[in-house]
C-alpha cells in the first residue's frame, strides 16, 4: 500500500515537529526568566546565561561568536544591548538541535583536573590552580577564581580535592539541575 | 632542538586544554546556579504578585460584608467608620492615657516623655536591638502626638538641599528593623545635619513593623522639619489584615491591640503623599501615571482615604469602582464580582453607616485614582500608561509619560520604591526613575540586598547597598542560591497541595490511558492552567514531580512531599483545600465578625459567612459538608467554635522536614 510508508513519514514529521515544538517551549521558558519587564527582550550580557542554563557548554569565545550572530544586522548601539526573543530563539534552536557545545563528560573533566594535578596526588594546591585558571585558557577574573575557591577548597590545606569536588558540583548538581528535561 | 622541549610542549598544551575545558565547565556550571537563583525569585514574585491580586479581590468582599450584611449588629472596630467615636477620638488629648492605662513601676522598658528628645530615641532604638516591648501608655501618646504633628504637615513635603550637605532617601523596609539598624549604623541617625526622606511601606511582612514605626516616628516627633515620611501602599489597614502588621501588633499587645490599630488607620492617612527636594526631585511611593496632578494632590484632604482598597461611593452614580482597580488579568473570580458589584452600587443609596451633617464627605473617585497611581504605579521601559495588570491597581508608565510629568513640573529626577530589586536599587527611564528598596533578604536570606541613595546638593545620586545577615560566616554561593531555591520550592509546593484536586483533574484530562503519566508538555500546560502562574514550569519540572523511565510524568508525584498536619477525615478533599488556601483570609474575615475578641464566633455566624464567602469568590462547595465538618470542630457542642483552633487544623507539613525534626 502506498499510504503506509506516507503515514510514517508524517507521524515521524510531526514527532520531529514537536520535539522542535518543545525545545522552542524550553528556550523561550529560559529567557523569560531573565525578561524582567515581560516584553520579550534580555539583556545582551544574560545571553551567556541563558545558553548555559539550557545545557550548553560554550566558551567565551563561541559565545561571542553567538552574540555576534544574534546582533548582526543592528546599527543601533543602543538596540545592541537588548536581544530580542524573536532573533533568539531560531539561532537557540538550531544550537540544540544541532547539540553544538555539548556537555563535558565526568571522566572527561576528570581528565583535565588530573592533567593540573602533575604529581598525581589527587589534590591541586590553591597557587596552582589559581595560576592556571587566571593565566591559561580563557582565563578567569579575580571575582570568578574567588568564588570557586569559596566552593571547592578545603580551607585548612589550601587544596582542592578534585574527585570530591567534582561529587560534590557535578553529580549533586546535577541530579537538581540535568542538562537535559 | 631535541627531545627534551617536546614533552614540555605538549604538557603545556594539555595544561592549557585542560585550563579551557575546566573554565568552560565551571562557567556553565554558575550560569546553571544563577538561573537557579533566578527563578526562584520569579516565583516569589509570582505568588506575591498573586497573591496581592486575590488581596484586592478580597478587599471588594469586605467592603461588600461591611455595607451589605445588615445581620452582623455591630462589627469590631476595625470595620467601623473611621469617626465612630472610641477611646482614641479625635479630641482625646495626650494626657489622657494617663488617665486610662497605669505604667506598672515593675516596667523596664523605656519612659517616655513629651516633646521627644534624642535620648528617648535612642532608648528606644536600644531596647528594640534587646527585643524589648514599648508600653501601650507610650505607644498611644507616641502614636496620637504623631498624628497631631502630621496633620500639620502638607500633602507634599518640600525639602531644600541648602542647608545640609546630604540627604538620604531609604525604600521599602517591610518590618526588616535589623535593615533600618544597619542604615543608621552605616549613614548615622537622623538629625539637623542628617536629614532623611522615608519612602513609605514600613509594615507588613517582617517581624518589626511597629518597632520600625515607633523609632521613625520618635526620630519625627524630635526632628519634623528633618525627616520626611512618605505613605506606602502597605500603610492601609486592609493591607495590615492581610500581610501581618495587624497580627504582629495584636500578638504583641493583645489587650490594647484594638486601640494602637485604629489609632494608627488615622495616623497612616495623615502620612504625607510626596516629598519633592529643591522642586527637582519627586519622591514618592509608587509611580506616577499619565493623569497625575500634583497641584491637585497637593490640594486634596488626603485623611479621607483610610484605605486604597475601598472605592469611594459613588453617591448614586454609575458604578465606577472598576476604573482604579483591574478586575481582569490573572483573576480567577470575574463571574461573581459583577453581581458583588450590583449589589454594592445598589447598597450605596441605604448605606450602613451612620448619616448626619457632621460626617466628613468621602474621597471623590478623582482623588482615589490620583492616589491610588502615587502608591501602586510601577515603571516600564514601553511608552505608554496601561493598567497595572500584575498588581491590579496603579498603572505601568513608560518613559514618555514620566518626560511629560517632568516637563510639566520641571523635575530632574523620580525616586520611588514599591518594587523589589535585587541589588537594592535600580535606575530606569534614561536615568529619570530610580527605584530604591530598602529590605534586604526580603524574599528569604541572601535573596538581595538592600540600599540607600543619597542625593548631594548638586542633586547628584548615590547609592549605598547593605545586607543584615543572620549568619556570622557568610555562605557561599552554592549554599546562598540553595537556601533561597528550597524556601521558593517550598511556598510553591504548598500552593501546589492547597490546589490538589483542581490538579487531578486536569492532569486526568491528559491521561487517557488512566497510567498516571502524561507527557512534560501537558503536565505544565495543567500546572499553568490551574495555578495562573507564568513560571518556567518544564525547567521547574524536576524539582516538582517525578519522571518514569519513558520520559513521561508521573503525576501524583507532584503530592507526595506534603501532607496534611492532621489528617481531617470529616470532610471531602476539596473543601479541606478550599480552607487552607483561604485560611489567612478566613482568618481576617472572623476577627472582623468576632466582636468581643473572644476568639469565638458562633456556628450560625460561621455558616452564613462562610456561605457569603464562597458565593463571592466563586468556589462551588456543598451545604452540608461544611456544616458536619464544623460540627466536628465544636468539641463541647456549645454552639461556638474556636475560630483560630478550626483554621490552625489546615496547614501544611512538608514530609522531609518532618523526618529531619523527629
Given at each position: 500500500?502506498?499510504?503506509?510508508?506516507?503515514?510514517?513519514?508524517?507521524?515521524?514529521?510531526?514527532?520531529?515537529?514537536?520535539?522542535v515544538?518543545?525545545?522552542?517551549?524550553?528556550?523561550?521558558?529560559?529567557?523569560?526568566?531573565?525578561?524582567?519587564?515581560?516584553?520579550?527582550?534580555v539583556?545582551?550580557?544574560?545571553?551567556?546565561?541563558?545558553?548555559?542554563?539550557?545545557?550548553?557548554?560554550?566558551?567565551?569565545?563561541?559565545?561571542r561568536?553567538?552574540?555576534?550572530?544574534?546582533?548582526?544586522?543592528?546599527?543601533?548601539?543602543?538596540?545592541?544591548?537588548?536581544i530580542?526573543?524573536?532573533?533568539?530563539?531560531?539561532?537557540?534552536?538550531?544550537?540544540?538541535?544541532?547539540?553544538?557545545?555539548?556537555?563535558?563528560r565526568?571522566?572527561?573533566?576528570?581528565?583535565?583536573?588530573?592533567?593540573?594535578?602533575?604529581?598525581?596526588?589527587?589534590?591541586?594546591?590553591?597557587?596552582?590552580?589559581?595560576?592556571?585558571?587566571t593565566?591559561?585558557?580563557?582565563?578567569?577574573?579575580?571575582?570568578?577564581?574567588?568564588?570557586?575557591?569559596?566552593?571547592?577548597?578545603d580551607?585548612?590545606?589550601?587544596t582542592?580535592?578534585?574527585?570530591?569536588?567534582?561529587?560534590?558540583?557535578?553529580?549533586?548538581?546535577?541530579?537538581?539541575?540535568?542538562?537535559?528535561v | 632542538?631535541?627531545?627534551?622541549?617536546?614533552?614540555?610542549?605538549?604538557?603545556?598544551?594539555r595544561?592549557?586544554?585542560?585550563?579551557?575545558?575546566i573554565?568552560?565547565?565551571?562557567?556553565?556550571?554558575?550560569a546553571?546556579?544563577?538561573?537557579?537563583?533566578?527563578?526562584?525569585?520569579?516565583?516569589?514574585?509570582?505568588?506575591e504578585?498573586?497573591?496581592?491580586?486575590?488581596?484586592?479581590?478580597?478587599?471588594?468582599?469586605?467592603?461588600?460584608?461591611?455595607?451589605?450584611?445588615?445581620n452582623?449588629d455591630?462589627?469590631?472596630?476595625?470595620?467601623?467608620?473611621?469617626?465612630?467615636?472610641?477611646?482614641?477620638?479625635?479630641c482625646?488629648?495626650?494626657?489622657e492615657f494617663?488617665?486610662?492605662?497605669?505604667?506598672?513601676?515593675?516596667?523596664?522598658?523605656?519612659?517616655?516623655?513629651?516633646?521627644?528628645?534624642?535620648?528617648?530615641?535612642n532608648?528606644?532604638?536600644?531596647?528594640?536591638?534587646?527585643k524589648?516591648?514599648?508600653?501601650?501608655?507610650?505607644?498611644?501618646?507616641l502614636?496620637?502626638?504623631?498624628?497631631?504633628?502630621?496633620?500639620?504637615?502638607?500633602?507634599?513635603?518640600?525639602?531644600?538641599?541648602?542647608?545640609?550637605?546630604?540627604?538620604?532617601?531609604?525604600?521599602?523596609?517591610?518590618?526588616?528593623?535589623d535593615?533600618?539598624?544597619?542604615?543608621?549604623?552605616?549613614n548615622?541617625?537622623?538629625?539637623?545635619?542628617?536629614?532623611?526622606?522615608?519612602?513609605?511601606?514600613?509594615v507588613?511582612?517582617g517581624k518589626?513593623?511597629l518597632?520600625?514605626?515607633?523609632?521613625?516616628?520618635?526620630?519625627?516627633?524630635?526632628?519634623p522639619?528633618?525627616?520626611?515620611?512618605?505613605?506606602?501602599?502597605?500603610?492601609d489597614?486592609?493591607?495590615?489584615?492581610?500581610?501581618?502588621?495587624?497580627?504582629?501588633?495584636?500578638?504583641?499587645?493583645?489587650?490594647?491591640?484594638?486601640?494602637?490599630?485604629?489609632?494608627l488607620?488615622?495616623?497612616?492617612?495623615?502620612?504625607?503623599l510626596?516629598?519633592?527636594?529643591?522642586?527637582?526631585?519627586?519622591?514618592?511611593?509608587?509611580?506616577?501615571?499619565?493623569?497625575?496632578?500634583?497641584?491637585?494632590?497637593?490640594?486634596?484632604?488626603?485623611?479621607?482615604?483610610?484605605?486604597?482598597?475601598?472605592?469611594?461611593?459613588?453617591?448614586?452614580?454609575?458604578?465606577?469602582?472598576?476604573?482604579?482597580?483591574?478586575?481582569?488579568?490573572?483573576?480567577?473570580?470575574?463571574?461573581?464580582?459583577?453581581?458583588a458589584?450590583?449589589?454594592?452600587?445598589?447598597?450605596?443609596?441605604?448605606?450602613?453607616?451612620?448619616?448626619?451633617?457632621?460626617?466628613?464627605?468621602?474621597?471623590?473617585?478623582?482623588?482615589?485614582?490620583?492616589i491610588?497611581?502615587?502608591?501602586?504605579?510601577?515603571?516600564?521601559?514601553?511608552?505608554?500608561?496601561?493598567?497595572?495588570?500584575?498588581?491590579?491597581?496603579?498603572?505601568?508608565?513608560?518613559p514618555?509619560?514620566?518626560?511629560?510629568?517632568?516637563?510639566?513640573?520641571?523635575?530632574?529626577?523620580?525616586i520611588r520604591?514599591?518594587?523589589?530589586?535585587?541589588e537594592?536599587?535600580?535606575?530606569?527611564?534614561?536615568?529619570?526613575?530610580?527605584?530604591?528598596?530598602?529590605?534586604?533578604?526580603?524574599?528569604?536570606?541572601?535573596s538581595?540586598?538592600?540600599?540607600y541613595?543619597?542625593?548631594?546638593?548638586?542633586?547628584?545620586?548615590?547609592?549605598?547597598?547593605?545586607?543584615?545577615s543572620?549568619?556570622?560566616?557568610?555562605?557561599?554561593?552554592?549554599?546562598?542560591?540553595?537556601?533561597?531555591?528550597?524556601?521558593?520550592?517550598?511556598?510553591?509546593?504548598?500552593?501546589?497541595?492547597?490546589?490538589?484536586?483542581?490538579?487531578?483533574?486536569?492532569?486526568?484530562?491528559?491521561?487517557?490511558?488512566?497510567?498516571?503519566?502524561?507527557?512534560?508538555?501537558?503536565?505544565?500546560?495543567?500546572?499553568?492552567s490551574?495555578?495562573?502562574?507564568?513560571?518556567?514550569?518544564?525547567?521547574?519540572?524536576?524539582?516538582?514531580?517525578?519522571?518514569?523511565?519513558?520520559?513521561?510524568?508521573?503525576?501524583?508525584?507532584?503530592?507526595?512531599?506534603?501532607?496534611?498536619?492532621?489528617?481531617?477525615?470529616?470532610?471531602?478533599?476539596?473543601?479541606?483545600?478550599?480552607?487552607?488556601?483561604?485560611?489567612?483570609?478566613?482568618?481576617?474575615?472572623?476577627?472582623?465578625?468576632?466582636?468581643?475578641?473572644?476568639?469565638?464566633i458562633?456556628?450560625?455566624?460561621?455558616?452564613?459567612?462562610?456561605?457569603?464567602?464562597t458565593?463571592?469568590?466563586?468556589?462551588d462547595?456543598?451545604?452540608?459538608?461544611?456544616?458536619k465538618?464544623?460540627?466536628?470542630?465544636?468539641?463541647?457542642?456549645?454552639?461556638?467554635?474556636?475560630?483560630?483552633?478550626?483554621?490552625?487544623?489546615?496547614?501544611?507539613?512538608?514530609?522531609?522536614?518532618?523526618?529531619?525534626?523527629?
Open positions: 500500500m502506498a499510504t503506509a510508508p506516507a503515514a510514517a513519514m508524517a507521524e515521524k514529521e510531526s514527532a520531529e515537529d514537536g520535539r515544538a518543545e525545545i522552542e517551549k524550553r528556550i523561550r521558558e529560559a529567557f523569560e526568566v531573565f525578561d524582567r519587564e515581560s516584553n520579550k527582550t539583556d545582551a550580557r544574560d545571553i551567556g546565561c541563558i545558553v548555559r542554563s539550557l545545557g550548553c557548554f560554550p566558551s567565551e569565545a563561541e559565545l561568536e553567538l552574540l555576534a550572530k544574534l546582533v548582526q544586522e543592528e546599527e543601533d548601539e543602543e538596540a545592541t544591548r537588548f530580542h526573543m524573536e532573533k533568539f530563539l531560531p539561532v537557540m534552536t538550531k544550537v540544540l538541535l544541532d547539540r553544538s557545545y555539548w556537555p563535558i565526568e571522566d572527561v573533566l576528570l581528565h583535565a583536573f588530573e592533567a593540573l594535578d602533575e604529581n598525581k596526588c589527587g589534590y591541586i594546591t590553591k597557587e596552582d590552580l589559581v595560576k592556571y585558571l593565566e591559561e585558557g580563557e582565563p578567569f577574573t579575580e571575582e570568578e577564581m574567588e568564588e570557586m575557591l569559596s566552593i571547592a577548597l580551607p585548612e590545606t589550601d582542592l580535592h578534585y574527585r570530591d569536588y567534582l561529587s560534590k558540583l557535578v553529580v549533586d548538581e546535577t541530579k537538581i539541575f540535568p542538562f537535559h | 632542538m631535541g627531545c627534551n622541549r617536546s614533552v614540555p610542549d605538549r604538557r603545556s598544551e595544561v592549557i586544554k585542560a585550563a579551557i575545558l573554565q568552560k565547565w565551571y562557567r556553565a556550571t554558575m546553571r546556579i544563577e538561573m537557579r537563583r533566578r527563578y526562584s525569585l520569579s516565583i516569589f514574585r509570582s505568588i504578585y498573586a497573591d496581592e491580586q486575590d488581596q484586592l479581590q478580597l478587599s471588594k468582599f469586605f467592603s461588600f460584608m461591611l455595607d451589605h450584611y445588615t452582623l455591630s462589627v469590631s472596630p476595625i470595620s467601623t467608620s473611621p469617626t465612630d467615636p472610641q477611646v482614641v477620638g479625635e482625646l488629648h495626650i494626657t494617663e488617665e486610662k492605662i497605669d505604667v506598672p513601676d515593675s516596667y523596664y522598658g523605656p519612659r517616655l516623655s513629651f516633646p521627644l528628645t534624642v535620648g528617648d530615641a532608648a528606644l532604638i536600644h531596647a528594640f536591638r534587646n524589648q516591648r514599648l508600653h501601650p501608655h507610650y505607644v498611644l501618646q502614636l496620637c502626638e504623631t498624628r497631631r504633628v502630621l496633620k500639620l504637615m502638607p500633602n507634599i513635603t518640600h525639602l531644600s538641599t541648602s542647608y545640609s550637605k546630604d540627604i538620604t532617601i531609604c525604600g521599602d523596609l517591610h518590618g526588616n528593623l535593615d533600618l539598624l544597619l542604615i543608621f549604623y552605616k548615622g541617625v537622623p538629625s539637623e545635619q542628617n536629614r532623611y526622606v522615608f519612602n513609605g511601606d514600613y507588613d511582612r518589626n513593623s518597632e520600625i514605626l515607633i523609632i521613625l516616628f520618635a526620630f519625627f516627633l524630635i526632628y522639619n528633618n525627616i520626611s515620611l512618605n505613605r506606602g501602599n502597605h500603610e489597614y486592609l493591607m495590615n489584615l492581610r500581610y501581618g502588621f495587624t497580627k504582629e501588633v495584636s500578638s504583641k499587645y493583645k489587650e490594647h491591640s484594638t486601640q494602637i490599630l485604629y489609632l488607620q488615622d495616623v497612616f492617612s495623615w502620612l504625607p510626596a516629598t519633592i527636594i529643591d522642586n527637582k526631585v519627586l519622591i514618592l511611593h509608587g509611580g506616577i501615571s499619565d493623569t497625575t496632578n500634583l497641584d491637585f494632590l497637593k490640594a486634596l484632604e488626603r485623611n479621607k482615604l483610610k484605605s486604597l482598597l475601598r472605592p469611594p461611593k459613588s453617591a448614586g452614580g454609575r458604578h465606577d469602582q472598576k476604573e482604579g482597580i483591574s478586575t481582569t488579568g490573572l483573576s480567577k473570580h470575574t463571574a461573581n464580582q459583577h453581581d458589584g450590583k449589589t454594592q452600587h445598589d447598597s450605596s443609596l441605604s448605606s450602613t453607616e451612620p448619616s448626619g451633617s457632621n460626617l466628613p464627605a468621602g474621597p471623590t473617585q478623582e482623588e482615589w485614582k490620583q491610588l497611581d502615587v502608591l501602586w504605579s510601577d515603571p516600564r521601559s514601553q511608552n505608554g500608561c496601561k493598567p497595572n495588570k500584575s498588581r491590579g491597581a496603579g498603572c505601568y508608565f513608560g514618555d509619560v514620566t518626560a511629560k510629568i517632568f516637563q510639566r513640573y520641571n523635575l530632574k529626577i523620580l520604591s514599591h518594587e523589589f530589586k535585587r537594592g536599587y535600580d535606575i530606569s527611564h534614561g536615568g529619570k526613575v530610580i527605584t530604591i528598596f530598602s529590605a534586604s533578604n526580603y524574599y528569604e536570606e541572601g538581595n540586598r538592600g540600599a541613595v543619597k542625593l548631594d546638593p548638586e542633586l547628584i545620586p548615590r547609592f549605598v547597598q547593605f545586607q543584615s543572620k549568619h556570622t560566616r557568610s555562605l557561599n554561593i552554592l549554599e546562598r542560591v540553595g537556601t533561597i531555591e528550597s524556601s521558593a520550592l517550598k511556598s510553591l509546593q504548598e500552593l501546589i497541595y492547597a490546589h490538589r484536586s483542581e490538579l487531578i483533574s486536569a492532569f486526568a484530562q491528559y491521561d487517557l490511558n488512566g497510567t498516571g503519566c502524561i507527557s512534560v508538555p501537558d503536565w505544565a500546560a495543567a500546572m499553568e490551574v495555578l495562573k502562574l507564568e513560571l518556567p514550569w518544564r525547567m521547574l519540572r524536576p524539582r516538582l514531580a517525578q519522571m518514569n523511565p519513558d520520559g513521561q510524568v508521573d503525576f501524583m508525584s507532584c503530592f507526595y512531599d506534603l501532607k496534611m498536619d492532621q489528617p481531617i477525615k470529616e470532610a471531602q478533599p476539596a473543601l479541606v483545600e478550599t480552607l487552607c488556601r483561604y485560611r489567612k483570609d478566613l482568618e481576617i474575615i472572623f476577627n472582623i465578625i468576632n466582636k468581643d475578641n473572644s476568639g469565638l458562633s456556628l450560625e455566624e460561621f455558616s452564613q459567612t462562610w456561605r457569603l464567602f458565593s463571592h469568590v466563586g468556589i462547595v456543598q451545604d452540608d459538608s461544611l456544616d465538618l464544623v460540627l466536628s470542630i465544636d468539641h463541647n457542642k456549645d454552639g461556638h467554635i474556636d475560630f483560630n483552633e478550626f483554621l490552625e487544623a489546615f496547614h501544611f507539613v512538608h514530609r522531609v522536614e518532618e523526618k529531619e525534626n523527629s
